[in-house]
Nanobody, 118 residues
Framework: QVQLVESGGGLVQPGGSLRLSCAAS????????MGWYRQAPGKQRELVAD?????????NYADSVKGRFTISRDNAKNTVFLQMNSLKPEDTAVYYC??????????WGQGTQVTVSS
């Protein structure tokens, strides 16, 4: 079993920054990759960014966040981060951390609210 705990959401003004953290625990050696999704009211959940848990740390971003968001990982702390800069009102959503496992369904965190508003 893998458990995920997110932190770092909140209220920020347009143009501001936030950093989300996602700490994994449990059977971390079963994790193939981790990522962040978001879901705004009335919309489907969408991929924001993901990263492989390999020596290469391949990353993937949604077009809407390229150049503004950066996903990274700290293997020693089993933690993945999402640095969000130049935030826009349309970035407002609940952000979910997910872990892609080798032999079972993905695991999701509880979600953290990000609100971009003046």
């Amino acid at each position: 079993q893998v458990q995920l705990v997110e932190s770092g959401g909140g209220l920020v003004q347009p143009g501001g920054s936030l950093r989300l953290s996602c700490a994994a625990s449990g059977n971390i050696f079963s994790i193939d990759g981790m990522g962040w999704y978001r879901q705004a009211p009335g919309k489907q959940r969408e991929l924001v960014a993901d990263i492989t848990i390999t020596s290469r740390s391949s990353t993937n971003y949604a077009d809407s966040v390229k150049g503004r968001f950066t996903i990274s990982r700290d293997n020693a702390k089993n933690t993945v981060f999402l640095q969000m800069n130049s935030l826009k009102p349309e970035d407002t959503a609940v952000y979910y951390c997910t872990a892609r496992l080798r032999a079972s369904l993905p695991v999701w965190g509880q979600g953290t609210q990000v609100t971009v508003s003046s």
